[in-house]
């Protein structure tokens, strides 16, 4: 007799591996459900680090952005489109809806146009149930990305321009995105930057990212006009920084049109260009109606502020050009009167702000934003009803009905019937 007792249930006759510790009694190895319980908790591991991942994501993707805001733009029915740097992850910005407070979606940019460059400020359109940004992709290639706006769902990109200079192109001039009812336009680039693109590039897509047209404008010596750009009759014309105008359609074709060193505007069913008005059925603007020299035009209402003769200030109709109230502002000096491109019923002059309507002037100091509001350091007037104060006021947007500014953290919303 051995010794060795037989392991209860060891009826076959086989010895298990193991050894004899001296007592008699044969020590088994490790039994082999061990290595069933390391696969399940193998297992466990990865269910847990793939239901991690999963509630990382989702909270990634739907919490709220809350990095500064660099621009912001109403919808037109209490909603407002902003574009907002990341909390953390400050290389991203974030094109977020907002109603009342609350986001309703957002999306991740990898950067957009004149966000990092002075005197720029991001392109943000909204038309129709569409967003469009000029933005950047990932290499830092300018683009136009389109969204809807109610879902925030990423329809096409388009449009990037055919040379780019490492740090981009020079801005065009105050406009360089416009969306029309079948084509949207791109302006790249401004004067002569560099031998391989002597000036603006021009490109014409219809809405689903087919690309029409893609023309670049020669320019003369810079220094004449201040570059501008306005949609009219089917076309694009673009006023370049030598004084000419070039009228490009969306076949690609361009013609010199004329000369607008005082300005570039369509407005009131006519393109003004200099001091001439053009309308569809004159193209070549020869019998144009003469106007005062533009400075600053409305595009909706039909009203073009000019200097008339005698240097005296008034406001003229683009449709008939009689003077809209007759109330011509003698002995104000045409310098006095400020360039500030588009405007809506009140622009200022000299130290005055003046309502276009019936030539009244309404004292005030600041900035006078389209839809009768006025900034002056952080304070915002609705011009005839009063002011608010707010800190670090950086932008006011106007809707008809609401007031949206921010102090580039939040946003305050002010209505116009109760102000």
């Not at 209490?78 to 953390?88: A, D, F, S, T």
């Not at 949207?184 to 930057?193: P, S």
């Not at 005296?312 to 449709?319: D, F, G, I, M």
């Not at 389209?370 to 009803?385: E, F, H, K, N, Q």
Request: hydrophobic residues 40%; negative net charge; glycine residues 14%.
């Amino acid at each position: 007799m051995s010794g060795r007792k037989r392991d209860a249930g060891d009826d076959d006759g086989h010895e298990d591996a193991g050894h004899d510790d001296g007592t008699g009694f044969r020590m088994t190895n490790a039994p082999r459900a061990r290595h069933k319980g390391r696969r399940v908790a193998v297992g466990l591991v990865f269910a847990l680090v793939a239901i991690a991942a999963s509630l990382l994501t989702a909270w990634f993707l739907t919490r709220e952005p809350s990095g500064p805001i660099v621009a912001l733009v109403p919808t037109g029915d209490g909603r407002v489109i902003l574009l907002r740097r990341g909390y953390e992850e400050r290389g991203y910005v974030h094109l977020m809806l907002s109603s009342e407070n609350l986001m309703q979606w957002s999306e991740a940019l990898f950067g957009v146009e004149g966000l990092d460059t002075a005197g720029d400020e991001p392109t943000v359109l909204v038309v129709g149930d569409r967003v469009y940004v000029r933005a950047r992709e990932a290499r830092g290639h300018s683009e136009l990305h389109v969204f809807t706006l109610d879902e925030g769902r990423f329809l096409w990109r388009g449009g990037r321009p055919t040379e780019e200079a490492p740090d981009g192109l020079p801005r065009f001039g105050e406009q360089t995105l416009f969306v029309g009812d079948e084509v949207v336009w791109l302006v790249h680039g401004g004067a002569e930057y560099d031998d391989r693109a002597p000036g603006p590039q021009v490109i014409a897509l219809d809405l689903e990212a087919t690309e029409l047209a893609r023309v670049s404008l020669e320019v003369g010596e810079p220094g004449h006009a201040t570059a501008d750009a306005a949609m009219f009759d089917d076309a694009l014309y673009v006023l370049t920084e030598d004084g000419v105008v070039h009228r490009v359609s969306s076949s690609g074709d361009v013609t010199e049109v004329g000369a607008g060193k005082a300005g570039l505007c369509a407005t009131g069913g006519a393109l003004v260009i200099g001091n001439r008005r053009w309308v569809p059925d004159q193209p070549t603007g020869e019998t144009g109606l003469e106007i005062g020299p533009m400075r600053g035009c409305e595009p909706e209402g039909g009203r073009v502020v000019a200097v008339t003769l005698g240097d005296e200030v008034a406001v003229q109709r683009v449709a008939d050009g009689a003077f809209t109230g007759g109330v011509p502002l003698a002995g104000l000096s045409p310098e006095g009167l400020e360039s500030a491109g588009r405007f809506d019923r009140y622009v200022r002059l000299g130290d005055s702000v003046w309502d276009t309507t019936d030539g009244s002037v309404v004292e005030g100091e600041g900035e006078v934003v389209p839809g009768g509001w006025m900034v002056s350091g952080d304070t915002v007037r609705l011009i005839g009803a009063g002011e608010k104060r707010l800190p670090g006021l950086q932008a006011v947007r106007d809707d008809g009905e609401r007031a949206w500014a921010h102090d580039g953290q939040d946003v305050v919303v002010w209505r116009r019937d109760a102000f």
